[in-house]
């Protein structure tokens, strides 16, 4: 024992000399330094017992770091990077798909022109993305799983993530031919299929003809669907009784609405009503071949 | 023949001349070793020193966002290798690619793992964001590292974007035209997009020829998209990440109240 206190002695020296990264962890106590116990600040989980990093969470995200490089290892063996024909400008493939972590948006396209699908959409996306904390006030449900206690936030991202995201890239990767026609797994791709374009504009259905008249039909529309969906939305949660999904608010649907704020109701509002809108522009075009709701010489929605 | 004790084989190898000129002094198994472990050393001092029971558990954290980190330092392990094959002007890139693959040893097993890290990498950030929202853990005092979090996500995103190009094929170009053709369409900015002719944007200056580097995609993309993939985003992401990090270890994993 005494020439293991001597060794760690000149470890020591050798530590505060060359200030060794790895050798300052074993500063031994009797060094002289008083080391730093770092302040663990309590921040949630109070009174639940706590383990030591080392070794309990350092050895699950070692062998968990050894298990994915061994899976990325054998995959990457077993499965070529593609690598195709030498880049050829003037010689575009049909059909021409965007790396399928945005296949989504492309596919986005179909129903709306790239201005609103390809920068507008994103935008509120990653905007939105980020506005969630300050949206979501429901304090329950903080660290821990549950689907009782916030049902309402569940369902939007679920049907935003996976639903419209996630969805939409594999219809993009695996339902998508030349011409970005729908072909089914296995099905021949026709470069040649002729798809009839029977779209019309919703105001050209109604029998207007002029610009004019399209336009304000198609925008008192849209302002006409954002005024029905804050009033869906402001009543629904007016409504709700106390208790599940939002048990932390006692007075209920009243109460919610006054913490919730008017600021975050209308961001939240406008956020979610404009994710529906992209399934009912789905549903008018599937049902009712409908192109354009809104048709302006600028833009058309 | 005496009974075989393994404590005593242990403290005869680890008490002799050879072994203690070899790692010094032993390691002691106590709380205050277990702490120093982690507060002492450089890399792990990322973590804080103690955590909360449930949050070391596979089932809580399903370890994405460490799955994401490993992945990330996959592809700059495997992306310092592929520099010194790949030159990023028109002439030699695809050239490089084929002599990478065929002739550089371990070059295709480099190339495999750098794009498969990259694509697990965009998975592996979706499934941290989708458990993340299903804890609530961006809730306060965490909300400001879920916004760093997406940032996190679009830098991810546009990382793997700008290194699509670079195999310069008929894949990566054509890609690459879909995916900034958007840019064309930006209101205001891009030639073809909505109340163009307020600003007089046109092909050759407007939102996607800054991206390009041009009016269309050609050697001025390949080397602006080259340096973006292999200096300016991984920089960018490397200081957001140390911000992520530090917020995690500051707060804590997020718990039952």
Known sequence: ?301 | MAKFDWNETKRQITDSQAWQSIFRHGYEDTPRNRILMVSGNVWLHLHPSKVQKHAVRLRFTWCMGGITFLLFLVTVVTGVYLMFYYRPTAEYAYADMKYLEFDMPFGMLMRNMHRWAAHGMVIAVWLHMFRVFMTGSYKPPREFNWVVGVILLVLTLLLSFTGYLLPWDQLSIWAVTVGSNMARATPLLGHGGPFHEVLGVNPVYDARAFIFGGAEIGPHTLLRFYILHCIFFPLIAGIFMAVHFWRIRRDGMSGPL
Do not use: C
């Open chain 1, 1 to 301: 024992m005494a020439s293991r206190e001597g060794n760690e002695s000149a470890v020591a020296m050798r530590a505060a000399g060359a200030a060794a990264g790895g050798a300052a962890a074993r500063t031994p106590a009797g060094g002289g330094s008083k080391r730093i116990e770092a302040p663990i600040k309590k921040t949630g989980g109070g009174g639940e017992e706590k383990l030591h990093t080392w070794p309990f969470l350092v050895r699950s995200e070692f062998l968990m770091a050894i298990l994915v490089i061994i899976v990325l290892t054998v995959w990457s063996l077993l499965l070529n990077a593609p690598l195709e024909q030498p880049s050829n400008p003037t010689r575009t493939p049909n059909p021409s798909k965007a790396p399928w972590y945005f296949l989504g948006l492309q596919e986005m396209l179909v129903f709306f022109d790239p201005w609103y699908a390809g920068v507008v959409l994103p935008s509120f996306i990653i905007v939105g993305l980020m506005l969630i904390p300050y949206l979501d006030i429901n304090p329950k449900g903080n660290g821990y799983y549950t689907f009782r206690e916030r049902m309402f936030e569940i369902l939007s991202f679920f049907i935003g993530f996976h639903i419209l995201w996630v969805s939409f890239i594999i219809i993009g990767t695996f339902f998508r031919g030349p011409g970005w026609n729908w072909f089914w797994p296995g099905q021949v791709w026709d470069p040649h299929l002729v798809e009839a374009l029977t779209n019309v504009d919703l105001p050209y259905m109604f029998g207007f003809r002029d610009y004019l008249a399209s336009a304000i039909f198609g925008l008192s529309l849209i302002v006409g669907y954002f005024v029905v969906g804050y009033a869906g939305l402001y009543y629904w949660i007016r409504s709700r009784p106390s208790g599940d999904p939002w048990s932390a608010f006692p007075g209920g649907g009243p109460e919610i609405l006054k913490k919730w704020g008017p600021v975050r109701f209308g961001i939240t509002g406008f956020l979610l009503i404009a994710m529906a809108g992209v399934f009912i522009k789905m549903a008018l075009r599937h049902a009712l071949n409908i192109k354009y709701i809104l048709v302006t010489p600028w833009i058309n929605i």
